[in-house]
């Protein structure tokens, strides 16, 4: 007391490593085609994105709109086309078109990831076999509907590991048939997409968004690779969760189990990152949250919930994630915004 202040020595191990620096805007939002019209008109979605813009100091959020939706969605323009006459153009003829998108649907989440600085990835339809017509309109209307270089990427379709099941293909679907579908049928989209609305013709697709099937994820670096040779593929998206129903029973303690946090990375997203360094692209978690199938009440909205992202979001980013998408906004228990 009343002497000269100690001297203060700090020493850092020679083994202790510094991770690169958090890409700018790396939290970004993930919702459906149905709640789209909701966000852009809701006052607390885009404080919501201010605040997150605040925070970054660089530029705001990402807004994916896709999800299962994506499917089920087709560019309508004057709102008379019958859904009804949709279903013949799955396998099964039971997956109908239930959504439908404008312009005026555009403009507005463009307008309101323009008013924080931020940009939009968009999903179009792979519903149809035999033709791409459907993902061609959605594309181009959207682009033109659009400001310039704001919808950042495209992802066409949804989690194609899980068509087969779903019945929107075979139940034989395959990483080859769905690769020659998008060779044939998708690339002339995405390249037509590119030079109508892209960034002086760069590459828009974000592709991957896969969902967990091992048939597909062991042909993924293959896929990749062709992509990016194709000139198409911009980015590689991963989809993963805290927890799945189908596994475990979600309880708090589970989604902060060092040992489930650490299956679920190196399950699913290490193997995705190392596809995405592979092919020479950046690596996106393009859906994400606690639990999977809209959450678990008492486990997805708790405040043990929101330690976990922060721990799941660094890991991500240790990984290489250059941006992780937090899916939500249909009011249920996952959901970063009620509704």
């Known amino acids: 007391e009343g002497g000269a ?26 919702a459906e085609y149905r709640q789209a019209p909701w966000l852009a008109a809701s006052p607390g979605f885009v404080q919501m994105m201010r605040n997150l813009r605040a925070l970054d100091g660089v530029r705001g959020p990402n807004l994916r709109v896709g999800g299962n ?5 087709w560019w309508d323009p004057t709102g008379e086309r019958d859904k009804g006459r949709s279903c013949g153009a799955s396998y099964s003829g039971a997956v109908c078109v239930r959504y439908a998108l404008n312009a005026s649907d555009v403009e507005a989440l463009a307008a309101a990831a323009e008013a924080v600085d931020g940009d939009l990835v968009l999903g179009v339809s792979m519903v149809q076999n035999g033709t791409a017509q459907w993902a061609r309109e959605e594309a181009l209307g959207a682009l033109r509907a659009a400001p310039r270089g704001l919808v950042v990427a495209l992802e066409v379709g949804n989690e194609p590991d899980l068509y087969g099941e779903h019945g929107i293909r075979d139940p034989g679907y395959s990483a080859a048939a769905y690769m020659a579908e998008m060779q044939r049928y998708y690339l002339p989209v995405l390249a ?4 109508e609305g892209g960034t002086k013709g760069a590459p828009l697709l974000q592709g991957g968004t896969l969902c967990c099937k091992v048939p597909f994820t062991s042909h993924a670096q293959g896929i990749a690779r062709a992509l990016r040779s194709s000139g198409a593929l911009k980015t590689w998206s991963q989809h993963g969760y805290g ?6 029973t979600p309880t708090v303690a589970a989604l902060l189990s060092s040992d489930a946090v650490t299956s679920r990375i190196e399950h699913y997203l290490r193997p995705a990152a190392e596809v995405a360094a592979g092919a020479g692209v950046p690596f996106v978690v393009g859906e994400t949250n606690s639990v999977n199938m809209g959450g678990r009440a008492n486990v997805s909205d708790t ?3 929101a330690l976990w992202a922060f721990d799941w979001t660094a890991r991500l980013v240790k990984l290489n994630a250059t941006r992780v998408n937090f899916h939500g906004s249909d009011g249920c228990p996952y959901s970063w915004l009620g509704g």
Do not use: K
């Open 192 to 195: 037509a997409a590119a030079a």
């Open 303 to 305: 405040f043990a919930s």
């Open 5 to 30: 202040p100690a001297a203060l020595e700090v020493r850092v191990a020679a083994a202790v490593s510094v991770a690169a620096p958090v890409p700018a805007a790396v939290v970004g939002f993930s």
């Open 243 to 248: 927890l799945a129903v189908q596994q475990v």
């Open 69 to 73: 939706s994506a499917d089920l969605t």
